[in-house]
């Protein structure tokens, strides 16, 4: 009899830690990247840019085609990550901002789960991080390029038991862009039709992909090491925070701005290979993360969790994406809201009468390329046209991004489209007044009539 027991005994233990062994959290590893457009990647179409550790992840999981960021500058974007809240609503709507201190942030969730949470390098906005709530963070100064060394070096010393969630944080390719191409060649490069093709432009444009490489350098690293430490029970985000900088991109809601890379590979859950057209945003990733670590998704958030997408549970998530652009100083006051579909993008520029700019062409230190455009539109129509294109904006933008992908034509004017025009117009109003959104300024504007407004900051 007490063989018997015994016996039963075991087999109880044995089933209970099996069942303990199935259901054991998922660590959560998260590699963000800084400033990466989604065009410039092999994995979604470029023959420009080599991404091969980009697509070994695609290759082991599920590459998402419609994912966007909240807002295509650093702080707002991360910020809206890590509180699962739009910027108005978390109140981190500039670049540089916070969001609100009495806000319940993304760690504070996985805490409550048993998560330790752990941050290098660049996951909030710099030295942001420390109020976010993270178990250890380190290396989040700017261009802190040790920080996704460090944080492997980290991971693979850890020895605690708890399930861990771990960001990295890689500050490339966020300018400034490596000294040379390093293997990419000028003459090689394509131009998109949006940019001005000059020598000066090509050389930066190889530095760029130089600096892309050097991040997917870095997420070949990360991927390696979290699974051999790990171990398959292990769920790993890639995704990048906007568009790089490069006029039409960063600092602006058109695609190159505020549609992002996102891979996921999750073992036995994420199909392998596979791509999905699910519409998500940053916001929606507290909630996921929460999800897939086990926890009910939080309610009250503006993000809503896509598990069910990562199991393949469903092909659809949102059939609306809205994104905010506030400014960045004086180097850049343009609020900027808009509207996406799977098919259309409306933009309305809230202050048409504000001379569009950025670090591009206040601050062409950064990347050298913007006075050359400016050279060329002295002689080149096409190159004044872009040039204009940038700096001033109408009211409002209309594009069919099923012809027109790279949002070169603006139907706003057309009669055709009036009804769809009026109807996105009055959806993102309705939005705006429910969000709390007032469309505020927080520098001064350079204004289109102003005699210096081509003049940086230092100047004036």
């Known amino acids: 009899m007490n063989r018997c027991l015994l016996r039963f005994f075991l087999l109880f233990l044995l089933a209970a830690t099996a069942g303990a062994a199935e259901t054991k959290r998922p660590n959560l590893v998260i590699m963000l990247s800084d400033d990466h457009t989604l065009a410039d990647s092999s994995v979604y179409g470029s ?84 109020e976010y709530g993270f178990d250890h963070w380190a290396h989040d100064t700017y261009h802190d390029d040790v920080a996704i060394e460090e944080g492997i070096k980290w991971l693979r010393a850890r020895r605690s038991g708890k399930p861990l969630c771990i960001f990295f944080g890689t500050n490339w390719p966020h300018v400034p862009w490596p000294k040379t191409g390093e293997g990419y060649e000028a003459a090689d490069v394509v131009i998109p039709p949006n940019q001005v093709d000059t020598p000066k432009t090509r050389e930066m444009r190889a530095r760029y992909y130089a600096a892309i490489a050097r991040m997917d350098n870095e997420l070949g690293a990360v991927f390696d090491a979290a699974f051999e430490v790990l171990g398959q029970n292990t769920f790993f985000l890639h995704t990048a925070d906007h568009g790089a900088q490069w006029p ?75 994104a ?3 400014g960045d100083g004086r180097l850049n006051t343009y609020p900027i809201r808009a509207l996406r579909t799977a ?12 001379y569009f700019s950025t670090h591009v062409d206040l601050n ?83 204004l289109l009539t102003d005699p210096d407004r081509a003049d940086p900051p230092s100047k004036k």
């Open 364 to 446: 062409p230190a950064d990347t050298g390329y913007f006075p050359s455009w400016e050279q060329r539109a002295k002689t080149d129509p096409a190159a004044a046209a872009l040039v204009k294109r940038y700096h001033e904006r109408p009211a409002e933008e209309l594009y069919d991004l099923q012809s027109d992908p790279l949002e070169l034509n603006n139907l706003a004017a057309d009669p055709a489209q009036a009804g769809r025009l009026a109807e996105l117009r009055a959806e993102v109003t309705a939005w705006m007044k429910e969000a709390g959104d007032e469309g505020k300024l927080y520098a001064k504007p350079r």
């Open 47 to 130: 023959t420009d840019v080599k991404t091969p550790n980009m697509q070994r992840l695609a290759a082991a999981g599920l590459t998402f085609d419609q994912a966007f960021v909240a807002s295509p500058s650093c702080a707002p974007s991360r910020a809206a990550l890590l509180t699962g809240l739009m910027p108005a609503r978390n109140g981190a709507e500039p670049n540089h901002s916070r969001p609100r201190a009495d806000l319940k942030k993304l760690p504070a969730y996985l805490q409550e789960l048993g998560y330790e949470v752990v941050s290098f390098g660049k996951v909030s906005h710099y030295r942001h991080t420390q």
């Open 343 to 354: 098919r259309w993008k409306y933009i309305r520029n809230l202050h048409p009468e504000f």
């Open 324 to 326: 905010t652009h506030s």
């Open 248 to 322: 039409f991109a960063k600092w602006n809601c058109y695609d190159a701005g505020i549609r992002t890379p996102m891979i996921a590979v999750w073992p036995g859950r994420t199909a392998i290979g596979a791509r999905t057209s699910a519409m998500v945003s940053w916001i929606d990733i507290l909630p996921t993360l929460v999800e897939v670590g086990g926890g009910p998704a939080p309610t009250g958030l503006d993000g809503r969790s896509f598990a069910a997408v990562l199991r393949g549970d469903t092909q659809t998530h949102r059939d609306r994406i809205f």
